[in-house]
């Protein structure tokens, strides 16, 4: 199981959001990331043992 994690700059914080729901496998995770980095946001993978990988480079605006 895989779920996106969303980072924001609120101010001078960074804000993560692990609020989104858990996707059945990594592929599947991997092609929801792919459309929310092309409509401009910073994403990240979280696996089900609690690890995340930045897939998005730098820092949000």
């Known amino acids: 199981m895989w779920k996106l994690v969303f980072y924001e700059r609120k101010g001078m914080r ?3 959001d692990k609020s989104a729901p858990w996707l059945p496998n990594r592929a599947a995770a ?3 990331a ?3 980095m ?3 946001y910073h994403i990240g993978l979280q696996s089900q043992d609690g690890r995340i990988e930045r897939l998005s480079g ?3 605006g």
């Open 14 to 16: 960074m804000v993560v």
């Open 30 to 32: 991997e092609s929801w």
């Open 34 to 36: 792919q459309f929310y």
């Open 38 to 40: 092309r409509q401009g």
């Open 58 to 60: 730098g820092l949000p």
